[in-house]
């Protein structure tokens, strides 16, 4: 565990020096609003290792850490200073059709709408590391498992 955390923060470091956003996979990033009215997205680096089955360990393809970046939609480049280089981000599940390919903007309002909540009386649907912390606008997604079937939402 201590030299998997030092590979994956020497990693986040390699990234951020990157620059401009190189994305592997797919990837449908939207538009976030920084304090200083900077557009920014948050992009995923790793592509997730499928299918995800409930009780196996969420992870990148060929068990790679995943890494986000927050970019500067106007520029380019990751944003490595600032107060929003160093956000924690919640990680939670969201509703299979969210992400319409069609719709390019969404609010919070729909977003927050999307988001799946645990049913009463059920262990919650994610567990882990709920929280990734950015440095220099990098951040890796920890130890993460789908604890139930989703069969229950819409996919």
């Given at each position: 565990?201590?030299?998997?955390?030092?590979?994956?923060?020497e990693?986040?470091?390699?990234?951020?020096?990157?620059?401009?956003?190189?994305?592997?996979?797919?990837?449908?990033?939207?538009?976030?609003?920084?304090?200083?009215?900077?557009n920014?997205?948050?992009?995923?680096?790793?592509?997730?290792?499928?299918p995800l089955?409930?009780?196996?360990?969420?992870e990148?393809?060929?068990?790679a850490?995943?890494?986000?970046?927050?970019?500067?939609?106007n520029?380019?480049?990751?944003?490595?200073s600032g107060?929003?280089?160093?956000a924690k981000?919640?990680?939670v599940?969201?509703?299979?059709?969210?992400?319409?390919e069609?719709?390019?903007?969404?609010?919070?309002?729909?977003?927050?709408?999307h988001?799946?909540k645990?049913r009463?009386?059920k262990?919650p649907?994610?567990?882990?590391?709920?929280q990734i912390?950015?440095?220099e606008g990098?951040?890796?997604?920890?130890d993460?498992?789908?604890?139930?079937?989703?069969?229950?939402?819409?996919s």
């Open positions: 565990p201590v030299l998997r955390r030092v590979v994956s923060e990693v986040e470091r390699a990234l951020a020096k990157l620059g401009p956003a190189r994305l592997n996979g797919r990837s449908s990033p939207k538009r976030i609003e920084g304090p200083d009215g900077r920014l997205q948050l992009h995923f680096r790793t592509r997730l290792s499928l089955f409930t009780g196996g360990k969420i990148g393809e060929q068990g850490a995943i890494h986000v970046v927050l970019i500067d939609a520029t380019s480049h990751v944003v490595t107060l929003e280089s160093s981000l919640d990680v599940v969201l509703e299979g059709d969210f992400n319409n069609h719709d390019d903007e969404w609010t919070e309002e729909d977003f927050e709408s988001v799946v645990e009463e009386g262990r649907l994610l567990t882990g590391d709920l912390s950015l440095k990098v951040g890796t997604v920890g993460l498992t789908f604890t139930d079937n989703s069969s229950w939402i819409r």
